[in-house]
């Protein structure tokens, strides 16, 4: 097997990374780090989160840095906020014993008073979102043209997140000289055409499709309607008294809401979304990297840059429209050798998206029931007798406290006190799950709400969301869901267009439908929905469109031009 000492890398940087605890590097590693130190050719790496591929890059980047020039000599681009300072902190650590080499990091959300001083005090390797470079390159406080390399890490995410003119108004004041390397985890064609037009002769490499650690995840699904949803999900943090999680949310309404409610009802959680501000971020992502939390409930977006090897489960509130989103998530447990469990919630109209991910991880998802009300107490009984066993016990300190201990019980016996004790933890859990329902979708239940046709005369509404901001009809039908919970909507045909969106639902649920969904956050939009007017007869089959709708008078969506893929915002 490989170890670091044969791949080229100069003796400090040995010496830093042995100080880090690295020992054997992994696949992409091994096979990237020996090609970016024998030339300066482009190179494409595919390769999902969690592969190491910040080390891939970096260590042969520090490498060529020379540290007695304080120009800029490395650029390395990141989709967000988190990732581009999780980046910075891994090449500190690096470069520690390679004495004047400077990393800086500059990204929005944060001063950039702060950040221009250190680009003029001199930094040699820059780690930058492309929002705030460009606004450092604006403002003539940053060249590039002294820049040998430029990595652009996750391409995909920033292609996804609408940075296309960022990335080409950045790399046009690079040297034509300068090695271009592209990690993704995944390569669309917007990302195909980024290579093709800033890479020359770029030598590819794939490190298959499943995340590191992958063999080590077992795949879950439990089918519910999605008013169980939130239900189904504390019987899963129930059933596991150990676990130690991220839960993955669609939008950021959804992940407040979510965290909002598991706080309330006494469960350790945090929330990490767009909207917090970066010290709240940095706080949220601290208390979870500490166990202060145990669980953290995030966008995808917001969740970059995270890095936690020891989560025993990954959560799935909701599936990804993507099927590789879903490897990134899963990839986050079952790292470093331990063992992790990948749950998520779904609704039968959702089973094509298993097939998707299931070609993608090329093995198969496990569908299990919710766990009921006595496995539940079952595990938590378990879990309580596992923590007694292991406690560990300071003899010397209770040893003045045990007369009275044993005086106190006096006249109960073993099986009494044994009883006693786990009532005292346990009642909670008893009283909870006594008359539990089952929360499973059976198969033969196809009355999913949302799903069924609606016959009635109908009413037309305008929602100010559409195809640019990744919305799908049946996206739309889990939203319409979520905020009708306790009744049956039924939806009709749904027409999604590039800015705003048309649908269907029964007259009577019109006004209300609106009124629940308008000042609902939609990625970083918020959402307005008006009522249009009144539809036909709802023919049977369910949602499907498109069908011609006349203008409407409500406020006319925001248009983000020809940017490619949904636009989720600037300086992350």
Do not use: W
């Amino acid at each position: 097997m490989t170890d670091f000492q044969e791949l080229g890398l100069s003796e400090n940087l040995l010496r830093g990374i042995a100080d880090l605890g690295f020992e054997i590097p992994t696949p992409v590693q091994a096979a990237v780090i020996p090609k970016l130190l024998e030339g300066d050719r482009d190179l494409i790496a595919q390769a999902q989160t969690g592969t190491g591929k910040t080390a891939a890059f970096g260590l042969p980047v520090l490498q060529r840095v020379n540290p007695s020039s304080p120009d800029t000599q490395a650029l390395i681009l990141a989709p967000t906020r988190e990732l581009c300072m999780q980046i910075s902190r891994d090449l500190e650590g690096f470069a520690k014993r390679l004495p004047g080499i400077r990393v800086t990091a500059v990204y929005g959300g944060a001063a950039i008073d702060k950040q221009i001083r250190d680009i003029k005090r001199g930094a040699q390797v820059v780690v930058a979102t492309p929002g705030r470079l460009n606004d450092l390159l604006r403002r003539s406080v940053i060249d590039l043209s002294t820049a040998s390399v430029v990595v652009l890490d996750e391409a995909d995410e920033m292609l996804n997140m609408g940075f296309l003119e960022d990335l080409e108004t950045i790399l046009s004041h690079l040297p034509d000289t300068a090695q271009t390397l592209l990690f993704s985890a995944t390569m669309p064609q917007s990302v195909a055409t980024i290579a093709k037009k800033y890479m020359t002769d770029a030598e590819t490499v794939v490190l298959g499709t499943k995340n590191a650690g992958a063999e080590n995840v077992t795949h879950e699904i439990h089918m519910v309607h999605a008013h169980d949803r939130y239900a189904a999900l504390r019987r899963v943090i129930d059933f596991y008294p150990n676990l130690y999680a991220i839960i993955f949310c669609r939008t950021r309404a959804e992940t407040a809401d979510v965290a909002n409610h598991l706080m309330k009802d006494g469960y350790s959680a945090d929330v990490l979304h767009g909207d917090l501000s970066q010290t709240q971020r940095d706080a949220a992502m601290n208390r979870f990297r500490l166990r202060n939390v145990r669980m953290l409930v995030a966008t995808d977006v917001a969740a970059r840059g995270l890095d936690v090897d020891d989560l025993t489960h990954v959560i799935n509130y909701n599936l990804p429209d993507q099927p590789e989103i879903y490897t990134h998530r899963s990839g986050r447990t079952g790292r470093a050798g331990r063992m992790g469990v990948s749950v998520s919630f779904i609704h039968m109209r959702e089973r094509y998206k298993i097939k998707q991910i299931e070609k993608v991880l090329q093995r198969k998802l496990t569908l299990k029931p919710v766990p009921s009300g006595d496995e539940v107490c079952g595990a938590q009984l378990r879990g309580l007798i596992e923590r007694v066993r292991e406690i560990e016990v300071d003899h010397e300190r209770i040893a003045p406290h045990i007369e009275t201990t044993m005086n106190m019980l006096e006249g109960m016996d073993r099986e009494s006190v044994i009883k006693h004790f786990v009532s005292l933890e346990f009642n909670r859990f008893l009283k909870q799950y006594s008359k539990a329902p089952d929360l499973n979708v059976r198969a033969e239940q196809n009355n999913e709400r949302g799903a069924r046709p609606a016959h009635k005369v109908s009413a037309s509404l305008r929602m100010n969301i559409g195809e640019q901001d990744g919305l799908e009809p049946r996206e739309l039908i889990n939203v319409i869901n979520d905020v009708t919970k306790g009744r049956r909507v039924a939806v009709g045909r749904i027409s999604v267009k590039n800015n705003f969106t048309l649908f269907e639902v029964e007259q009577s649920e019109g006004e209300a439908v609106a009124k629940a969904l308008s000042g609902l956050h939609y990625e970083d939009q918020v959402i307005d929905v008006k009522v249009v007017g009144e539809g036909g007869p709802i023919e049977p089959g369910g949602p499907r469109g498109p069908r011609r709708q006349g203008p409407s008078r409500g406020a006319p969506a925001k248009s983000r031009g020809n940017r490619p893929g949904p636009r989720r915002g600037r300086g992350r």
